[in-house]
């Protein structure tokens, strides 16, 4: 199942480099492989390294720059020919890919830099486990603080989210029990992110603080044993690059994800630990 899901994004390559000047979006290149965009471009982010739109707008700046600085072509025709409806909102793309401007692109007088197309090589792993268990689990609803972040950089601004609720004292209403996760709509551009604990629906909702009601699935619960975040991020990276492509009776199911917290009293070193405790909750249904 790994090799068929590296042949997948092999192919969704070979797709966007056939159609780079054309007006393609993320979810043209998810329907020619026939996966869905939510589960198709998670897996791309976390074997590539990047989303499948940054992929396809770096190619073009790259192929751009060439262009440029090697065709005698109008700088217009360039930013039309890949994508760009004016010349000054390519000219700033353009200098944040490259650092300098498509001017002196044109003139010769700098260095451009290149983003290559992927070649994928396939790695065989393993070796490791993960310890999962598949439960039923009745709607809940938690109470907490809710902010919005972009796929792209979440993995580096949750984290100081985090330390933000803490720092603002926050914690003495919600003491952090669960990283919830929503994208109902399963766009992969932007998601609501919530540190939250379980309402019981009677208290006092505090000033700034929201509720939200899990609906009822069937999850995947993996846990995560060793210090925070790093632990949790290698589990969930894992998940989606390995577990889930692999899976025959199940798929992914809607667009939430919940980190569970162990209590840090229990540990020497809090999240620090070693031995801290934490779970992945994926909802999949069969396929």
Request: glycine share 6%; with cysteine; net charge negative.
């Amino acid at each position: 199942m790994q090799i068929e899901w590296m042949n997948a994004i092999q192919e969704a390559i070979q797709f966007i480099e056939q159609h780079i000047t054309e007006d393609i979006t993320p979810e043209d290149v998810c329907s020619h492989v026939h996966i869905s965009p939510f589960y198709f471009q998670k897996g791309f982010r976390m074997l590539c390294g990047f989303s499948v739109s940054e992929y396809i707008r770096n190619r073009r700046l790259s192929l751009a720059g060439s262009e440029l600085a090697t065709m005698d072509i109008k700088m217009i025709d360039v930013a039309v020919k890949y994508g760009y409806d004016s010349p000054d909102s390519f000219t700033k793309a353009f200098l944040r890919f490259h650092n300098v401007s498509p001017a002196m692109a044109r003139k010769g007088q700098a260095t451009l830099k290149t983003f290559a197309p992927l070649q994928l090589k396939i790695l065989l792993k393993g070796g490791y486990l993960m310890n999962y268990k598949i439960v039923e689990k009745e709607s809940f609803t938690v109470l907490g603080v809710s902010k919005g972040f972009a796929y792209e950089n979440c993995k580096e601004e949750i984290p100081k989210f985090w330390a933000e609720h803490y720092a603002t004292g926050k914690g003495q209403h919600v003491c952090g029990m669960f990283g919830v996760n929503i994208d109902e709509t399963m766009s992969q551009e932007h998601f609501e992110y919530l540190i939250a604990d379980l309402y019981n629906g009677k208290d006092e909702i505090p000033q700034g603080f929201v509720t939200r009601t899990i609906p009822a699935f069937t999850w995947a619960v993996f846990s995560c044993d060793g210090p925070m975040p790093a632990a949790l991020q290698d589990v969930n990276e894992k998940i989606f690059s390995e577990w889930l492509p692999a899976l025959k009776e199940y798929e992914f199911a809607a667009g939430y994800c919940i980190e569970a917290y162990d209590d840090v009293r229990k540990y020497p070193k809090g999240k620090d630990d070693e031995n801290y405790h934490s779970e992945i909750w994926i909802p999949i249904r069969k396929k």
